[in-house]
Every structure is written in C-alpha cells, then in structure tokens.
C-alpha cells in the first residue's frame, strides 16, 4: 500500500503524487460512491497502483473542502482584490473573508492593480491596507514587490486562488508561474473552464515557491453563507477576540445592552465598515432560506 496526495483527476482516474514528486495513477473503488465519499484533489489517499492500474483503499480524514473548485486540504487561498477597474468595496472582500473562515481556509489579501492609483489615492489607500493587518490578515500589495512576499508565505503550502473576474488572477499566477501561460485581459480559458465543463482542478508544483497551486480559481464573491447565523462574528477575527467581554453570552452584537463589539466600534478599534457588513451579512443569512437549525 502507498500514500499520497491527488493532484488531478480525469475520467475515473486519479493521478497521486508521492512524497518522492513521483506520480501514479489508480481509481476508485466502486465502494466509495456507493458511501457518498469521493476521492478529490487534495485528498490524501491510501492506494494500490501497477502499470497504472490499482485503486484507492481509504481517504484521509480533511483538514477543509472548498466547493468551486473541488478541493481538498487547501492551505492558503489569496484573494486577489483589484483597487480600481473594478473599483474596491469592502463588502466584497470581507465577503470573501467570511466564506473562507467558513471553510477553515486561511486568506491572503492581494490588492492589485495598486499603480492605476494617483499619489494621493494610494496614500488614501494605505488605511485600507492597515486596517486588515491590524486585523491579523495577511495583506500584499502589488506595488510593493508582492512576489518576494508571496513566496515567503507559500513555501510548502497548497494554494488555490480566487477573486472577481478582471481582478489579475491570471495575471498575478503568470507573474508567480510564467510556465502556466495564462491568458489575460479576457475571460480567460485555462481559468474559467471549470465553470462550463467537467474539467477539474488540478495541483500544479511550482518549485521556485516550493508550493503547489490549484490552476482554477476558488470561489468568489457570489457564494451564499452556507452557515448558522450564530456563527458569523466568528468569522470577523476582530469581533471574535472580545465577544467573550459581551454582557450576555451568545450575544449577536446587534441591540444587545452590555456589547463590547459594539463599544469597540464606537471607540474605532473596530472599524465601522467591518462592523456595518457584519450587519448587513447578518441580515442577508436571515433572509437566506434556513438550512441548518441548532434545535
Ligand atoms: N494596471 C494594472 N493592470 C492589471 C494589474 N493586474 C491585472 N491587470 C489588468 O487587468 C485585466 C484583468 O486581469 P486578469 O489577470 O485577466 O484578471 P482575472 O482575475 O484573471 O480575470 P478573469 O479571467 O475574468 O477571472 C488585464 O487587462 C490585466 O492586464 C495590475 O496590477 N495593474
Ligand atoms: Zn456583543
């Protein structure tokens, strides 16, 4: 029996990389589908395999799942954030924030295009930089030798990319992975295949970053909170550190008398504009048809 990870599936057959880089290919037994459990991308796996022949015996338990694109055990997922053209909102990013929380994701925040900023913008800009390393988060700036940085923070990690279309995914993954030749400037093939076909993702090597990369980005902005509503402050990192001071537990940070969140923000060591999407999340997942129930 051997162990490893998948890097990409095609048609029933999954290829799985060793901890030695080599790569062997092997299926699934049919017993997998019956139980709901399918291997995918990112899994680790105990398999069999001769002459690309053999199967996979067990999945290891997963450390996180992302949905769009299907993967498993991601380590790092960068939010590329573009400042003008789209124009940043708050609400986007802290969007994705959020869902990656959810999903147990760790986020970078890779605010692009940074040089169609004039002088003073970029200076206005620089708030919006501290404000989320203040928080705790990874922040890279494209203008601010982003690769040097990226590099630091990938190093032995799997790395799935997401952002709003024109973003720079593409870009910024040609400037990390000149080899993978995306096209830019358009919807781009090699990225938004996913969306249309059964193609798969696939973990690519980048050995200058000595990391893997998903070559199909993660979800974006459109995702529903696919989670209790009770469960949102935990996922603003900077809510979650004082609700423990709430007068009342399971305080929701709303109308509450005795909320630290809320005096925080009327202090400023929470920023109004997080605060203000906590809200406007928490009213958008009331209004989401309940799919959990906590009874
Ligand atoms: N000035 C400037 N332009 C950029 C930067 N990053 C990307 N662009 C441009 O923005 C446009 C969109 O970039 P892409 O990399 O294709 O964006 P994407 O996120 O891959 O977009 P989709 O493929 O639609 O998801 C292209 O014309 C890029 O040249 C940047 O840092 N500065
Ligand atoms: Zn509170």
Known sequence: MKTGRIIRSLSGYYDVQLADGTVERTRARGQFRKSKQKPVVGDFVDFESENDEGFIWQIKARENELIRPLIANVDLAVIVTAVRQPDFTNNLLDRQLVALAAADVQPVIYFSKLDLLEANQRADFEQVV????????????????????????????????????????????????????????????????????????????????????????????????????????????????????????????????????????????????????YKLFYNLIKQQKPRYSRE
């Open 130 to 277: 501290q404000l989320y390393r203040h928080i705790g988060y990874s922040v890279v700036c494209s203008d601010q030798e982003p690769l040097s940085q990226l590099k630091q923070l990938f190093k032995d990690k799997v790395v799935v990319f997401m952002g709003q279309t024109g973003a720079g995914k593409s870009t910024l993954l040609n400037q990390i992975a000149p080899e993978l030749n995306l096209t830019t400037g358009e919807v781009s093939k090699a990225l938004s295949r996913g969306k249309h076909t059964t193609r798969q993702v696939s973990l690519i090597t980048i050995s200058s970053y000595e990391a893997m990369i998903a070559d199909t980005p993660g979800f974006s902005s459109y995702e529903v909170f696919d989670f209790p509503v009770e469960d949102l402050a935990d996922y603003f990192p900077e809510m979650a550190a004082i609700s423990g001071q709430c007068r009342f537990r399971g305080c929701l940070h709303l109308n509450e008398p005795g909320c630290a969140v809320k005096a925080a923000v009327e202090l400023g060591t929470i920023a109004p504009s997080r605060y203000n999407d």
